[in-house]
């Protein structure tokens, strides 16, 4: 008796407990999309309605003026050109050399491997503000300022550190047994690397492609300072130097500058999230 | 003996042939490693060291021909300087809030997405999202949301009555840095909470019921056993984001840079006024290595000291 009693009251408390979770869970959720969902609402409306309150909710005459405005703009679209070379671009580098670095981590413990792996690891550390110092003058004197090869080695080296840890983790799960079958039927180590494990390892690949993507895409620091013609401009310093700028109070057109900037990433993201969240628990956590 | 010898042979050459394959891989793998090596050499490493040494001359860009050296004057006068002291503590200040807002929020959300409920993936979808968001991008558009007159937190806040007149959240100096933590938490959380809910995933449920079985309430047993198999995971990264937000500079130099009257200047956008604004590339690189200093100083007590709270979970 007292025993079904016990259990209806532990089902009624557990019941309980995930109303509560729940409660909990809706809350975060709104707080964390609705910046999101505003930013979007405010690109469909315009200037006046937006200097209105109480604020429309739901927009009631939406309108794609600022898309019109924003995207008729050539200088927005090299913004975005650039940005698109800047990312694909430090994305492939740091795949091709977390790959490969990642994998002599994974295989071989050789003399001076843990302090090199602490040095991957340590770059993140070092003050860029401080760095661009020294790295200023030195592009300079190599020809290297505005120019998209140092964009790209300057969000490579960001990307690097954690794109080298996840694709290790990768390799870990790996059996060495698989390394020494090929070399048995002779195929070459270059080869085998190349042919037989980079394959085994593509969904990490996938994991440092969005991350490494999403870094470079982020960039602001290095844009706005290694980069002083207007062309060579990159998104995020086009959004606050150029947008910002001019238009103060034209938060119709920087929030759709703004929905344009992060919308394409976000749709890629969301399409590709569980490959991250994948690639972060095998590599990062596990490695 | 004849055996013996054959034996002895075959030994040799089988630690000859190890010796030769050792040595052959460790060229393997320096080769491998090289090319990444040689980007973060040209990137980090070597402007790092000349940043070193510009750090320890009189050097500024107004008067290249006297580059001296000046006896550490740079460290001595930035140690002195009141404002780069009071741009030290704004930059803890902000670095410890938003990490350990993320770190309390993110943890409470994937323990809640670690349980049995229906729709957990949409959920750590959502959360997810504002990751995705340039930090640039979210610097304006929280901008919009703090605007004074016409943004949307004043008026929630207004008809809720927690305030009854509009705040001008980043404009005044008791705000600023407040705001701006939020944004940063906003932009900063979700990773913390996948890369949590990726650790508490691997936690073994055996053993958390057993100490349930033993008699431990849940926060008990979450205290003892699933926060030490954990414990790795949280320092990677709470240090992680330590680090990176020392760097921060986006959300400053777009919602603030650095006012009302210097109260969000961080070390960032000191060193950037000093070297870039200045040009006391001196100054500007001494800043640089005493904060360098300063990471590697904390990075390692941080490891050491958590390091004796992990638990190895296999």
Redesign the interface.
Known sequence: MSNTFDKTHGKEKKKKGNVFKYCILIIFTVIFIFPIYWMIMTSIKTNDVLLRLPPEWIPVKPTLDSFVRVLSDLKFLTFYKNSIIVSAGSTILAILLAMHASYAFSRFKFAGSKILQLAFLSTQMFPQVALMIALYSLYKNLGLLDTYTALILACTTIALPLSTWILKGFYDTIPTSLEEAAAIDGCGRYMTFWKIIVPLIQPGILAVAIYAFLIGWDDFVWGLTLITKVEMRTLTPGIVLTYFGENSYDWAKIMTASVCASLPVLLVFIGLQKYMVSGLTLGAVKG | MEQNTMINKTNMKKTGFKLNRAKN??I???A??L???L??A???????L??LR?SMYSYSMFDLNNIVWNNFENFTSVLRDKEFIESFERTLLYVFSTVIISFV?GL??AI??N?P?KGRNI????????????????A???M??Y?P??G?LN?ILNQLHIVDKNINWLGQTNTAMGSIVIAAV?RQ??LMM??LL??L??VPKELEEAAIIDGANWFQSFRNVTIPCIMS?IK?VTL?SV??N??M??FF??MTNGGPVNSTTT??LY??QK??MEFD?GK??A???I??AF??VF?SAYNKILGKMEVNSD
């Open positions: 891989d460790r393997y793998a320096w491998l490693t090319p990444a090596l980007v973060l040209v990137t980090i490493f070597i402007p790092m000349q940043v510009m929020i409470l959300s809640l997405l349980s409920i959920f750590r979808g959502v959360l997810f999202l504002p990751w995705a968001i340039p930090t640039v991008v979210a304006v558009l929280w919009w949301l605007q007159q016409y949307v008026y906003w959380m979700p996948v890369m990726s650790a995933q691997t995971v990677s992680t680090v990176t020392f760097q500079f986006g130099f777009t070390l960032t060193t950037y070297a870039f590339m500007g690189s800043i640089g290595v904060w360098l990471l590697i990075a």
